[in-house]
């Protein structure tokens, strides 16, 4: 009897898991820290970026599924994507690189720029939030 109700349960769970649906629900919310508090938050239409920092950070959202190579950017001037110290910028689905309708996920890079020591520029603290779509 016990072994029936197992499988019962079991098989509940299954399918359950099998008619789930893979869209995820506007305002599941994905974190990092970056010394401080750095989320990306899906919501309708776009990913919404908060910087919870006391400085500027640079991003980068793209497809983490296409055979691509995505290249931070360490140019501190306006042609780099920035948000500064507790701004929230939305990022609308048709920007994130590579996307495709149906995508699951987006990753975002986050990170910081910073002088080289040589007259230039270099990034730094890169961290990868992924974001259920």
Sequence with gaps: MREVRLLAVAGAVLTLVACRSDSVAPGLIT????????????????????NGLREPIAWFA?????????ATCADPGPECLR??????????DADVAGYAPGLREVMVHIYRV????????EVEAIRDVTVPM
Excluded: K, M, Y
């Excluded at 793209?62 to 995505?70: C, I, S, Y």
């Excluded at 948000?83 to 609308?92: F, H, M, S």
């Excluded at 910073?114 to 520029?121: E, I, K």
């Design 31 to 50: 974190q990092v820290a970056v010394d401080g508090e750095v989320s990306a938050t899906r919501v309708p239409g776009g990913i919404r970026l908060t």
């Design 62 to 70: 793209f497809n983490p599924f296409l055979l691509a190579q995505w």
């Design 83 to 92: 948000l500064a110290a507790g701004a929230v910028v939305t990022i609308a």
């Design 114 to 121: 910073v002088p080289d020591g040589q007259g230039g520029f």
